[in-house]
Each structure stands twice: as structure tokens, then as C-alpha cells.
């Protein structure tokens, strides 16, 4: 006992610097000290340096480091060898710059629970006194940015340096240039202290694609996907059940039995309505999935995941199902997406009148191109109201159409573009849309919204709303809006949104989606009728006028 009590007293002496460390406080201080270094440190910036390499470095040192005082004379020598930092007249400019600053955080360089004042000075130094000339990691075109020079090391998990690498990476690339970082669910800070442990438990490749999978899903981005085989294999699997079908209320609803080149008829027919699959509500099942899938909210994730419900790594599928009134268990085989024939059904049209009158228009938003707008609104520029649907991607119509349709020249919407000079900061523009015309259209501007009216789409629902009389009718659209930055991690495909998108005076509309005026959504028996809800409450507008 009396050891122990001396023990305890020798640990309590010893001095503050000289505090024991865990992996994850050293691993965590690691990896924003080399992202910083890497944005921030002009030496650095050049490229002149094998980066990536003197991570590895760093991480193999770290296993014999075990306090603060170690780990700082570490970072001290670290930043010495890296070279003479001159001072910065310019920096000083751009210190007192009107920046968006909700994801600027710097503040852990003065976490004196993991840095010295020596190291935190210097750090402070390189700050002040950064690089703003090109930096060999970052491009620029106009005011889009993109990632660039970074080395590749395959997709297949090798080791637990690369694991970490492709973790410090990631985050940092979300640290300094994802515009919403400062609405993720979990806090930026928070996700590289989970992240860790993750990363260096994973030891295969599923493991290692399903622990990218959740870093990416934590951006809390509709735009974010990482493509992985493996992954999707391994949620999904290869197979499904040979039917369509839409999404409402929590449930599936079929609406066409597609044929297989075994002639198998499948026991699924029209008008089913699946509530259970395998023993999970298709809530569950989103619920399950939904760590994996980045998406702004969860109307989101529900349309990302959808239509894989019926996808299996089994050859069938078990499935609850309400029929006539009646619940029923039925066993569905699953094929091979090449095994099933799906008939191709009439290409939509651009626009036409939906009544015999011609005082309704209807202009399809996701086929309709800039060359079809003379002649569509030549047609329909006589009708009392236009309904334009957007429940879909638009083929970059907004300017052409906003000189059409709106009045004058009007603010529609501010956009925060990613600081390249000053890394976590970001500038704002506020942009205009339209032109002086008198010879605007006059009648009602419908607009039709839901999930899939995502980024370009909602900033053709915003333009829309610049009409005198426009009315926007549906569910919320995705809450994902902005350019976006398209790049690889751990040698996958994977983006993020690369610029901010807010209303004039600065509401977001990232993660909500833009709401409706009119809020409604697809019945489970309006899909059985062959409705489309959203398009009839926009014609009852129209009549009615509420």
C-alpha cells in the first residue's frame, strides 16, 4: 500500500509538460498539426517536400513517444527542419478580410493539455506568416477549388500508416474547404477522436471500405458518395427481386413486375405493398444503412437507399406484404440485374398542355435543354399557368429561363467559396438572376419539388421563387446545395459540396432543403390509383388559388 501511495505521489510531482499521452490524443494532435503544416506552411506548400512520407514518418515515432513533453519536441524539431518561415506583410490584409468564419477553428493550437507554449508559438508563427502564394496541393479554377498532386495507394487495405493517412486526409480536407462543416451532427472535432480507433481496428478491406464509408457519411452531405464495390456488395449484395416500385409512407409500394430470362414468374404483384423484408420495417432498414450513407437529412437517406431495398446477397427474399385488405408472407427469388428484362417505357415529354383549354403548361425540368426554351415558352407563354416540375435534375436551364420568366434582375442567392490564401475561412458573393422585362410571363409559376430536387435543382426552385407569382408545392428538396468538389480517398471516387449556398440574407437551406409553400407527399393509395398527388394539389392551386 505504502508503494502505491508513493507511486501515486511521484505522478502527482511530476510536471505538467510532462503528462502521460493516449494514442488517440497523440494521434489526434498528429493529424492536424500535418494538415496544418501542409496547408499553411510555405516551405510545405511547394511540394518540395514527400508529405505523405513524412507522416509515415511521424506515426512510426509516435509509438515511442509517451507524454506531452516528448510529443512537443517532436513537433518542435519537426517545424524547424521544415525551414526558415518569412514574415508576411500581406497576411495581415487579409486578417481584417469579412470572411464566413463558422468553420474556422484554429483553436486547438493553443490546447496547452497537448502543447507546450514553445510548440503552440510556433505554430501561432506559421499562422500569421502563412503561404499565400499557389500551394502545390490545392488548384483553383475561377472560384472553384480542387485537390491535386496527392498520392495514390490503392483502395486494398496494406497498413495501419495508410489507414491513417487516408483518415488525416479526409479530414482535412473537410476541416479547411467543406463549406457546412459547421452543421455536421457531430462535431468535426469529435469524429477524428471516434475515427481512430476505427481506422486502426479495421484490418481487410471490407472493413477498411465500410470504416471510409461512415468517415464520408459523417459529413452529413447528400452530395458526398464514396464508390465502393465492396461496400455495396456487402450491404446490398448482387441480386434483387424482378419488380419497380415507389417509396411512400414508410413502405414500397409495386408498380410493375418486370420479367426474368428464366420465364420465373415472381408471387409479387401490382399494387402490393411491402412493409417488411427479412424481418426489418423499411424504416429499420434505412435506419440500419443510414451510418454508411452520406446524406443532408433523412429524407435523404431514405432516397438514397431506396432503391436497393429489394437487392439481396440471398437468392430470395422474404417479404410482408399487405394485399387486398389482407397481410400476407410470401418468399420472392432474387436475379441478376443482366438476368432481368425491364421493358422501356415512352420517352416523357419536354412540355405540353395538360388541359384541353391550353391554359396549363407543363414543362418536364429534367429533359428539357437551353435550346428547347425558345419554342417551349413560344407554346406556353399564353397559358393563365406554367407547372415546372423539378423532381428531378435540371440540364442547366436557370439563367436562359430566368430571362424569360422574371421581371427584373433580382438577389436570389449568396454563395461561400473556400479561402485558398487562408485555409478554413471562406468569401462570400451574392448573385443575381434574371433581367429587366417587361415582357415577362405573366401567369402562375408552379413548382414541383421533393427529395430528388437536389443542388442545381434547388437553385432553379430559388430563381423560380423570384416570380411574382410563383408557388412551390411538394416536399422538402434534399438540402444539398452548392458546386462540389469531386476527388478520390484511399484510391475511391468520393465528393463533397465545394461551396456554401444561402438565401440573400443568409438562411441555409444545407441540410433543410428548401420548403414548400404547399407541403404534400405521395399516399401509399394515391400510388396504387396511378396519382400524382403532387401534380393534382398544384392543379387544385391553380383552380382554387389556396
Not at 479530414?171 to 468535426?188: G, I
Not at 426489418?280 to 438514397?304: C, D, H, V, Y
Request: hydrophobic share 35%; net charge positive.
Amino acid at each position: 500500500m505504502r508503494k502505491y501511495f508513493l507511486f501515486i505521489l511521484l505522478f502527482l510531482s511530476l510536471p505538467f509538460s510532462a503528462q502521460i499521452l493516449s494514442e488517440n490524443q497523440k494521434l489526434e494532435s498528429l493529424c492536424r498539426v500535418w494538415g496544418f503544416l501542409k496547408y499553411y506552411h510555405p516551405n510545405v506548400a511547394t511540394g518540395n517536400l514527400n508529405w505523405d512520407q513524412q507522416l509515415f514518418q511521424k506515426i512510426d515515432e509516435l509509438d515511442k513517444i509517451n507524454n506531452k513533453t516528448e510529443l512537443n519536441t517532436l513537433y518542435s524539431q519537426w517545424i524547424d527542419s521544415l525551414g526558415e518561415v518569412e514574415i508576411c506583410k500581406d497576411c495581415l490584409k487579409e486578417d481584417n478580410a469579412p470572411y464566413f468564419l463558422k468553420n474556422f477553428d484554429l483553436g486547438w493550437i493553443d490546447n496547452s493539455d497537448v502543447f507546450t507554449k514553445n510548440t503552440s508559438q510556433k505554430l501561432q508563427y506559421i499562422k500569421n506568416n502563412r503561404n499565400i502564394a499557389a500551394n502545390h496541393y490545392i488548384g483553383k479554377g475561377g472560384r472553384k477549388i480542387y485537390f491535386k498532386n496527392e498520392n495514390l495507394y490503392g483502395s486494398n487495405f496494406t497498413s495501419r500508416s495508410v489507414s491513417l493517412l487516408e483518415l488525416f486526409r479526409y479530414w482535412n480536407y473537410v476541416e479547411y474547404f467543406f463549406p457546412y462543416k459547421y452543421e455536421t451532427d457531430q462535431n468535426w472535432n469529435v469524429v477524428l477522436t471516434e475515427m481512430i480507433p476505427r481506422f486502426l481496428s479495421a484490418n481487410n478491406d471490407t472493413d477498411y471500405h465500410l470504416t471510409l464509408a461512415e468517415l464520408v457519411a459523417k459529413t452529413d452531405d447528400s452530395h458526398a458518395y464514396l464508390f465502393s464495390t465492396p461496400i455495396s456488395l456487402h450491404l446490398y449484395g448482387s441480386k434483387k427481386i424482378p419488380v419497380e416500385y415507389s417509396y411512400a409512407e414508410g413502405k414500397l409500394v409495386v408498380t410493375k413486375i418486370n420479367t426474368n430470362r428464366f420465364h420465373e414468374k415472381t408471387p409479387l404483384k401490382v399494387d402490393d405493398v411491402i412493409y417488411d423484408i427479412n424481418g426489418e420495417t423499411i424504416p429499420q432498414i434505412i435506419n440500419r444503412l443510414g451510418k454508411f450513407i452520406p446524406a443532408s437529412n433523412s429524407w435523404g437517406k431514405m432516397n438514397k437507399i431506396k432503391s436497393k431495398l429489394l437487392f439481396s446477397k440471398d437468392d430470395s427474399l422474404s417479404l410482408k406484404v399487405e394485399r387486398e385488405g389482407q397481410n400476407i408472407e410470401i418468399i420472392a427469388k432474387t436475379y441478376l440485374i443482366k438476368d432481368i428484362a425491364v421493358k422501356k417505357t415512352p420517352a416523357p415529354k419536354k412540355w405540353y398542355f395538360i388541359d384541353q383549354e391550353k391554359k396549363i403548361g407543363y414543362v418536364n425540368m429534367g429533359i428539357i435543354t437551353k435550346e428547347d426554351l425558345n419554342e417551349m415558352y413560344k407554346n406556353l407563354k399564353s397559358t393563365e399557368s406554367i407547372i415546372f416540375d423539378l423532381r428531378n435534375y435540371p440540364k442547366l436551364t436557370i439563367i436562359p429561363l430566368s430571362e424569360i420568366l422574371l421581371p427584373n434582375a433580382s438577389l436570389y442567392y449568396q454563395f461561400n467559396f473556400p479561402e485558398t490564401t487562408y485555409p478554413g475561412k471562406f468569401y462570400s458573393r451574392v448573385n443575381s438572376i434574371g433581367r429587366k422585362n417587361p415582357d415577362y410571363y405573366k401567369g402562375n409559376v408552379i413548382v414541383l419539388v421533393d427529395e430528388n430536387t437536389q443542388s442545381q435543382a434547388e437553385t432553379t426552385t430559388m430563381m423560380f421563387k423570384q416570380h411574382p407569382k410563383a408557388k412551390v408545392i411538394g416536399s422538402n428538396t434534399s438540402g444539398a446545395n452548392g458546386d462540389i468538389i469531386k476527388f478520390k480517398i484511399a484510391d475511391l471516387d468520393t465528393c463533397f459540396t465545394g461551396l456554401g449556398a444561402y438565401y440573400p440574407d443568409g438562411r441555409e437551406t444545407q441540410r433543410i432543403g428548401i420548403i414548400p409553400d404547399i407541403i404534400i407527399k405521395p399516399t401509399v393509395e394515391g400510388i396504387k390509383n396511378g396519382k400524382d398527388e403532387v401534380l393534382e394539389r398544384a392543379l387544385q392551386y391553380i383552380k382554387t388559388n389556396e
